[in-house]
């Protein structure tokens, strides 16, 4: 991962009316990296997805300091239209997202707006409706699709346009752990396909476990942790109040590297971690 | 104590969502009632509070079959917490949030105050007492909520995903709070939850539904043995239940598996 | 038989006239037309409810105005006008989707796309309302809200709960009004629809809104 796809150069962040949120904070995400923002809640990772569009900090206002880069290009002076062309945004209340009556207007939306002619648009959405498992419910209404659908909704919407990157913010959160499963393997699986960069904004670590290259940690509007997942994982393991974010299988291999001075794999599945463990370890109580 | 008898239900005039489900919970137990998406157990719990009421059987609160009683005539004996605490928050401080209850309930402004104070005390929420409820974090709003609830000073709490979207901090701080209202106060918990460790760790008995029919009552210890698979009932095994299993150790947490193992002879170092 | 949402305004704006401008008899034949109309596009129980709470609300206005003095013919007239007002609005919405009359406001009465979207917007989040305004009224039921009393007492009690709504739609607001920034909503949003052309159809409907609309000019040469 050579290229850059979003850089944070020496970023700061205040709300009008609050707190600095951000504080100097540098980040790189890789072009092609599959990145999990983690960390406790109140440090910052919305602010930085809105950061990655523009929203923050010209549509919002506020007080900043430092550089957003998306793609090689700085996000100032730029509409946040255009941005989102080549970062596709979803927050996490995607029920005020979808803003049509029908799937494919909700799709066809953004498309219209950017100026696609109207053959064009009937091919993305068609395209963009198969893709999320949506396939031919054009004219489906909102109210006709469940909690999920309409999430996967939101997302063919937002992969229409193209864009280079996706951004996701919490985008599991008021959801049962087979639908988390569900739309992160079809996140996965999109990401494979047409080779874009994902940034996931996630409590759950373990949900992400099989798919993430990269990980950032944020702490009280600061970077904690950052760099491959291992590394990453790694460091955020040093810090106490930061370890019970970490999946479990990871709170156990650190603690028994760090203890035992020995190497585990990089385990991303329940099966590695038990095939390994019962290769090198016993159970009994300390004597 | 809350009992169920034989119940049914179905929405109008759609499938079955709870079939002839008969389950007892008395005062002071810690129950965790688990299930699929879909499986019926957020209605189940809706039966308990009489926000629906079953097509046959019986629902019974202290013994009373509640059919012809509604929410507001059990919240003094049933407190029902949901997901969304945004959608119920209506006054302008936080004292006055936890009050709207026993106002309601037309009771003296002294004895307003009196529940009032404990519920927050109960709920770490004092110092926020003047505050404006929207200014409150997520996790301090979820545990508003819970406070709202006992103001009324119910025996039982039932709680709907009230963990679900926060971070570990944040639930083990609210899965504290109700321990100790468990344990100190002596009140009924009925957690509703998809987390599989917060009901292993707090939890000590638990009711798995699946399509509306009860196909597990017993203790989580039984529930979580690590040799059962749960995922017939579309359920996951904790990860560290299993772990602890296949090493015939006990361990509630990463930390406390992690001690009791040991380096077989010879292992690579 | 396909006539445009423009067409179906003009006509519709043109009945607004024709309340003032024609004969009785030939208003009430209007309000015959319009409701079997009306029930051959959309006979389901919220179309008759429809009918039913603006029957009530058309006898209220004419006793209304009959305790005001007014004689008995007159608030007829009045009610019956009002009632062909509104019942030729019901069969525009029951013929038409909102989104193309939205799109016909924008492109040919050059109204500003926003106040279009509104249209579009509010039917998107009526039903999310509504499912919130149920689950807010069960929160407070049990809190000791109670739902029992005469209708005025509820009517008072439900004021009260739909803070937390009021609330919650301003939020809701805010990212939806986000969301359309992202999606960069503008003027080309109804600029780049597939334009609604007049067909023949159009024309006849349009020619016969002209002629009934000048009736006073060629009325006397009956």
Redesign the interface.
Known sequence: MNETAIRFENFYYGYINGNVVLHNVNVDIGKGSFTVIS????AGKTTLCKAM?G?IPY?YGGRYAGNVEVLGETTKGK????L?MRVG?M?D?Y???????TAG?EVA??L?????A?NEVEARTKQALADVGLPGRENYQ??ELSGGQRQRLLLA?VLAVHPEVLVLD?PV??M????AHALYKLLYKIYQEYQMTVVVVE?NINFLLPYATNMVVMNKGKVAAQGTFEQAAAMAYEVP?LR??LP??W??KL??EK????KLGAWRK?ED??KE??????????R | MIEAKAVNFAYHRGEPVINDISCKVENGEFVALLG??GSGKTTLSRLFMALLHPRSGEVLVDGVNIENLEPADLAHQVGYVFQNPDLQILEDTVFAEVAYGPRCKKKSETAVKEQVDAALEAMGLSDLADAYPRTL???QKRRLGVAAALALSPQTLILDEIT???????K?NMMAYLERLNQEKGITIILIT?DMNIAREYARRAIVLQNGDLVFDGTTADLYDGKRELSEW?L?QP??A??SA????EGQT??E????????EG??? | MKITAFTQLITVLAVTAWVFLLPVPVVATILVLELALLLYIKHDRLTMAAIGALTVFTGMMILLQLLFGSPLRVSLAGGLRMFVMTTAFLCLLAAT???DIAQALVEKFHLPCEYAFML??A??FV??FLTDSATTLDAQSCRGYSNRGNIFKRLYSYLAVVKPLVMRAVA?SD??A?????????A??YQ???PQKLGIVDYVVLLIVIVLSTYPLWSKYL
């Open positions: 960390g406790p809640s109140g569009v929203i549509y509409r946040v239209s255009d989102s945004l927050l209340d029920e005020s997202q979808l803003v049509s009556l207007e939306f953004g219209l707006n950017h100026g696609f109207p909102l109210d919407s919490e959160s008021a049962d752990p087979d639908g409590h109040e019970p974010n479990e299988l709170q156990i603690n028994l203890r035992f001075n020995i329940a971690a038990i463990l019962q290769g090198k370890f016993v159970g009994g109580e300390l | 699929h998406n974090s997520f996790g679900n979207g926060q971070d570990e901090q944040e083990n998809h579309g996951s990860i560290i299993t772990l296949r090493f015939s150790v990463a930390a598996f992690c001690e009791k193992l040991h380096l077989k292992a690579i170092g | 989707k909102i989104q579009t917007t039917l998107r039903p999310d809701k990212t939806l986000l969301s359309m920034e992202l999606k960069g909503f503008g080309n949003t780049n629809m597939c």
